[in-house]
């Protein structure tokens, strides 16, 4: 691990060295989805920076166990423990058992993380599979002073909390603040403040979703299920926790309490939160009812959209901006990220193809290190995109018989762009699309390139070089050799 990876710590709102707490083992937990409905584009943020964090941290040489959640009970659909559960409201819906919507919308989370080429999480735990565990938890809470029943409920007590730790120190809110901003919600009365939240909660009779408790029949708090699983699976303290920024409060907020009331000290030693996807400004949601759900991007079937989006074009627009930065949705940006990927993929291929000489002109070293350099500073994908693009440059350059390059450094810069472009930004060619345009370009090319052969044959120069000329300033690169021709995308 020569790498000094930096990562931006939202608890101590710096960059901090990455040291595992047991190299070279690192524990990584990320917030899933809550399995109500089809993924969107927000989704899709997350899933791909901690996929790239996974990539990198195992290509540093760590052995990661990777937990994701999938949320399948307790997620109400006010955060404040109001309302149905967001899970057992689609069932009534649909006339499904609650189980039937979670497994439908989990086979197709799956598919669309498949598509993104999103690496399977280690463990991927379910809330409903871990009741007794999250009962035990509760229990602890309660027997160290924590937490209080109401009316066959159990609450987290934040007041009697914040006495002794601090209830707000990642999101940076007092509880002085929170009580001033928080209104009292009907049926809310049997908490002692409108800011404690549920750790169990009684079910009411028409609840369909349900297990037995010393307190009552009822299910688990939606934040109770992260403590749980996590430090379940990672142990009373790990090493990385990650989320959305939305998560930041109350979710991850109330996580660190309910931990810290369990155990006597804090379970993460870096979080880490990714910015949102807006559409015209506004976060991406289910709940606002704006999002673009990812089939829907992959087929261009959403009256937003001007055309489809592969699952590579939406992963290179996603990894084009830094991961603690917002990220707008448009048209234009996507138009923009899909020609961005086909042109380094274009160039892989022509990288691909190079042959060695003799001779030397080029360094990779110092791209080497430029591209380490970028990943260390906090997962700063767009930096690397940017030098990686540079090397683009060399490639072609090469290509076209400018520059010249031994086999050390072909097999170094081979190396390069397999690791980065592949491995660690984890995209991958998409044959239906960049193979099909490559094939169709091609057919366009050796019937202009005959054309110019036969204005060669002719000796009508003019033409010949206008067309040349017009490739050129497309971006086509067009070498005349004894075998005919070369092209490549500059």
């Known amino acids: 691990m020569e790498n000094k990876l930096t990562i931006y710590n939202t608890m101590s709102r710096r960059k901090e060295e990455f040291k595992?707490?047991?190299?070279?083992?690192?524990?990584?937990?990320?917030?899933?989805?809550?399995?109500?409905?089809?993924?969107?584009?927000?989704?899709?943020?997350?899933?791909?920076?901690?996929?790239?964090?996974?990539?990198?941290?195992?290509?540093?040489?760590?052995?990661?166990?990777?937990?994701?959640?999938?949320?399948?009970?307790?997620?109400?659909?006010?955060?404040?423990?109001?309302?149905?559960?967001?899970?057992?409201?689609?069932?009534?819906?649909?006339?499904?058992?609650?189980?039937?919507?979670?497994?439908?919308?989990?086979?197709?989370?799956?598919?669309?993380?498949?598509?993104?080429?999103?690496?399977?999480?280690?463990?991927?735990?379910?809330?409903?599979?871990?009741?007794?565990?999250?009962?035990?938890?509760?229990?602890?809470?309660?027997?160290?002073?924590?937490?209080?029943?109401?009316?066959?409920?159990?609450?987290f007590d934040v007041e009697a909390y914040n006495k002794k730790y601090q209830y707000g120190k990642l999101s940076g809110r007092k509880i002085e603040e929170l009580f001033a901003n928080t209104r009292q919600l009907d049926g809310q009365s049997e908490k002692r403040n409108p800011y404690d939240f549920a750790l169990w909660k009684k079910a009411s009779p028409e609840h369909i979703m349900r297990w037995p408790s010393p307190w009552s029949d009822g299910f688990p708090g939606w934040h109770l299920e992260c403590s749980c699983m996590s430090q379940k699976y990672l142990g009373d303290t790990f090493d990385i926790h990650g989320g959305g920024l939305d998560l930041q409060f109350p979710h991850h907020e109330c996580e660190i309490a309910q931990s810290t009331a369990a155990y006597g000290h804090e379970a993460v030693r870096y979080w880490m939160h990714n910015n949102m996807i807006t559409i015209n400004g506004q976060k991406m949601g289910k709940s606002l009812g704006n999002f673009i759900t990812l089939d829907q991007l992959f087929s261009g079937q959403n009256d937003v959209l001007e055309q489809a989006y592969s699952p590579m074009t939406v992963r290179f627009f996603i990894l084009q901006a830094h991961y603690r930065s917002p990220l707008d949705f448009s048209n234009e940006a996507l138009k923009a990220a899909e020609k961005g990927y086909e042109r380094l993929m274009s160039a892989v291929e022509v990288l691909d193809r190079l042959k060695p000489s003799d001779h030397n002109t080029v360094s990779v070293d110092e791209l080497y290190a430029k591209c380490f350099e970028a990943m260390d500073d906090d997962l700063n994908t767009p930096i690397l995109i940017s030098q990686l693009f540079e090397g683009v440059r060399m490639i072609n350059s090469i290509a076209a018989g400018k520059e010249q390059i031994d086999t050390e450094q072909l097999d170094k810069l081979k190396k390069l762009y397999h690791d980065f472009v592949f491995d660690i930004l984890g995209l991958k060619t998409e044959g239906e699309t960049v193979g099909k345009d490559h094939e169709v370009l091609g057919k366009v090319l050796d019937m202009v390139m005959s054309i110019r052969t036969e204005a060669k044959q002719k000796k009508d120069w003019a033409t010949s070089d206008k067309i040349r000329d017009e490739l050129k300033a497309a971006g086509v690169q067009v070498k005349d050799t004894k075998e005919g021709y070369e092209w490549n995308i500059e």
């Open 20 to 155: 595992p707490l047991n190299p070279p083992f690192v524990g990584l937990y990320v917030c899933g989805p809550t399995v109500y409905g089809d993924a969107h584009l927000g989704h899709a943020r997350p899933a791909i920076t901690f996929d790239v964090l996974f990539r990198y941290l195992q290509y540093l040489g760590y052995k990661v166990r990777y937990i994701r959640n999938i949320t399948d009970v307790g997620h109400l659909t006010n955060d404040s423990d109001d309302g149905e559960d967001k899970i057992e409201k689609k069932a009534k819906l649909d006339q499904l058992e609650p189980m039937e919507i979670v497994q439908f919308y989990t086979n197709r989370y799956h598919k669309n993380m498949e598509q993104l080429n999103t690496l399977p999480p280690s463990i991927e735990p379910h809330a409903s599979g871990h009741i007794l565990e999250q009962q035990a938890l509760v229990k602890k809470i309660l027997e160290n002073g924590y937490a209080y029943e109401s009316d066959g409920s159990i609450y």
